[in-house]
Every structure is written in structure tokens, then in C-alpha cells.
């Protein structure tokens, strides 16, 4: 065979290889908004994260990191994605300590109240967010069925057929090169939708499910082996009512006894000066409004509770001030498509191309 052909075959399949490389990572998106917010983490600095922010997605509509770097000066993150169960927390908590140092975790408290603890989209939009690495596998092994494990280790025999979310994957992929060309993400992991819903008057029962409360005191356990001494759970204002029961009450006593602290926020609405008609867009989660009185609230009660180190080096501190620069910008839009009826709008990295510094 002629030397020419060799090089022609090599370069064929390195070229086949790339191809398919990228169109496997193109298409093994669970969720685009949860892929993105959890590829921008990935770009932070080490030992830049002064609180990390852990939970479903309550977590990241109701608090908005830059803002809250604006008004207190302390750094955050959210690992979160769209109903993250309490079996994964150890999961993000271990991917967070990989590259950070955080002083202060806050825990939403929501995530153990789901019954299905192993609900599998709900574990899909957690652990296939997530970088190929020791801690996807380890994660994969605490909470997957055996049998199933196979199916989560290979990303594309999920994902191969997923053209017909080829959308979601495209905004994916282009809010991914705006952060690779930003060098970090510009609004964190903060998503929201552009509606004001009206309460109905609708109930729930909350409490915590009994692989919630087995889910929870393990995390407790975990946490107190890391020696982890600042963490903070809540619970984020909702729009819709609930029926509470006994659980709820045994799970915050657990959680003090094992010396860590409780902020429940959706008992403090009023003391909030959240609106029920004004600052949501579905009963769940806070819209724009309702999260900038959450980010302030929370922002307030985490500086005066605990003892932040906000001394940042000069590249993070650029990092930072870029990202409150744009508050404005992305504050003022999504105010803009509620008040023009634009439902759904959701500000993107994307956004940011024709704002440039």
C-alpha cells in the first residue's frame, strides 16, 4: 500500500473519529438550560466560589449570583438542575469541592421531598450535565440500578436519537462557545421565564418522602465526614399553598441537631416583599421580580450570619465585576418581554454578543 493511502486512511479516521465526537456531545443534552448552567461552573476559577448553591430548579430561578455579587461582594454558584433529587446533592457537593473551596454551602430543601428519589430524567439532568470523570461514575454507582448503569455510562445510546430536540441541543451548543468565548459564563446558572401568574388558590401536600428523609440524613453524614461546618438549608417562597405535615418539622430538627441551620423563606414571603401576584411565573418558581427579592434577602442573611472572606484576587474580581455589569442589561430585558407579554423569553449567553465591554 502506498504511503499516500496510509496517510489518506489515517486522516479519514481521525476525521470520523472528530465527527462523531462532536455529534455525540452535540446530541447528549438532557436539558439545554441545565447543561449550560452546569458547563459554566466548569469555567470558574479554583478556589474562586465563596458559596455554592445546591438543588432543584428553585434554586436557580429564585437567586441570581451576579447581583447578589453587586450588592454583598461575595462570589456563588449554583450546581442545580431541573429537579435534582436529594440522592444526587453528595454528587454535586463532591463535583463543587473537585476545583472549590466554598465557605458557606446553601441547600435547597425541596429536593427531598420527591418520592422517587431515583426518578430517571430527573438523574439524567444531573449526572449526563456532568463531564466525563471519576465523580459521573462514582454518582452513577450511588444512584443508579445496576441494571441501568450501562445505559447512563454511555451517553449516546440515550442521546443518539435526539434530533428531534435538535433546538434545545443548538442553543446549547451556542450558549457553550459564548461562554468559551467569554472565557466564563456571564449570568451563572440562573434561568427564568418571562410570565406573571395569577395565584389560584391550588394546594399541595409538602413533606418529606421516606427516600427523601434516607437521602437527607445522608447527605447530613456526608457532610459532617468532609467537615463542613457552614451550611445552610432552605426553603424558597412558591406561589402555591401547602398542607405541611410532621416530616417537615423532623427534618429541620435533623438538621439542627447535626449543627447546621434552616432559613425557611417561604414562611417569610411577607418579611420578603415577595408578591404572589406579581413574582412568579408558574406556582413554583420565582420570575425575574421575585428573584431579585430573593437574591437580596438571601444576599443579606448570608453576610450577616456567616463569616465571608470576599477578598478575591484581580482576575477574579474582573471576572466578577463584568458579570455585574451586564445586571442591568439582563435585569432590564426580561422585565421588558413580561411587560410586552413575550412569555417564555429566557436571557441567554447569546444575548450578550452585541454587548460588548
Known amino acids: 500500500m502506498k504511503k499516500k493511502h496510509i496517510i489518506r486512511i489515517a486522516v479519514f479516521a ?14 447528549s443534552v438532557p436539558r439545554g438550560k441545565d ?19 445546591v438543588g432543584p430548579s428553585e434554586t436557580y430561578t429564585s437567586f441570581y449570583s451576579p447581583l447578589a455579587y453587586e450588592k454583598f461582594g461575595f462570589t456563588s454558584y449554583a450546581l442545580a438542575v431541573g429537579g435534582m433529587r436529594g440522592s444526587c ?8 469541592e473537585e476545583t472549590q473551596d466554598p465557605q458557606v454551602y446553601v441547600l435547597e430543601l425541596y429536593g427531598f421531598i420527591y418520592k422517587d428519589q431515583e426518578d430517571e430524567p430527573s438523574i439524567r439532568a444531573w449526572i449526563d450535565s456532568l463531564p466525563n470523570s471519576e465523580n459521573r461514575d462514582e454518582t452513577i454507582r450511588e444512584v443508579v440500578d445496576p441494571e441501568k448503569r450501562s445505559d447512563y455510562e454511555k451517553k449516546y445510546k440515550k442521546y443518539h436519537g435526539n434530533w428531534v430536540n435538535r ?17 466564563y459564563s456571564i449570568t451563572k446558572n440562573f434561568a427564568t421565564e418571562t410570565a406573571v401568574l395569577p395565584p389560584d388558590g391550588q394546594t399541595m401536600n409538602y413533606s418529606i418522602s421516606k427516600d427523601g428523609m434516607k437521602y437527607l440524613k445522608e447527605v447530613l453524614a456526608y457532610l ?10 432552605v426553603r424558597t417562597p412558591e406561589q402555591i399553598q401547602y398542607k405541611e405535615n410532621q416530616s417537615v418539622d423532623e427534618a429541620v430538627k435533623l438538621i ?21 401576584k406579581t413574582d412568579f411565573y408558574n406556582p413554583f418558581h420565582c420570575n425575574i421580580y421575585g428573584a431579585e427579592k430573593v437574591t437580596s434577602y438571601l444576599g443579606q442573611y448570608l453576610v450577616d450570619h456567616y463569616d ?14 463584568d458579570c455585574a455589569s451586564y445586571n442591568d442589561d439582563v435585569i432590564g430585558r426580561l422585565k421588558e418581554a413580561i411587560s410586552k407579554g413575550k412569555r417564555g423569553y429566557r436571557f441567554t449567553q447569546r444575548d450578550l454578543l452585541g454587548k460588548e465591554q
Not at 452546569?38 to 448553591?53: C, Q, R, T, W
Not at 446533592?89 to 463543587?96: D, G, H, K, L
Not at 470576599?310 to 482576575?315: G, L, N, Q, V
Request: net charge negative; hydrophobic share 45%; charged share 25%.
Open 167 to 183: 433546538a434545545d441541543c443548538m442553543n446549547a451548543f451556542l450558549d457553550k462557545a459564548r461562554i468559551n468565548r467569554q472565557g
Open 224 to 233: 459532617k465526614d468532609l467537615g463542613i461546618r457552614n451550611v445552610l438549608f
Open 35 to 53: 447543561v449550560v448552567g452546569i458547563y459554566g461552573f466548569h469555567k470558574e476559577p479554583e478556589n474562586s466560589i465563596d458559596v455554592a448553591l
Open 14 to 27: 481521525l476525521v470520523s473519529i472528530f465527527v462523531l465526537s462532536f455529534i455525540n456531545n452535540f446530541l
Open 308 to 321: 465571608i472572606n470576599m477578598d478575591h484576587s484581580e482576575e477574579v474580581t474582573a471576572e466578577w465585576e
Open 89 to 96: 446533592y453528595p454528587s454535586a457537593i463532591r463535583e463543587m
Open 256 to 276: 439542627q441537631e447535626a449543627g447546621y441551620d434552616y432559613l425557611d423563606m417561604y414562611d417569610l414571603q411577607d418579611e420578603i416583599g415577595i408578591d404572589p
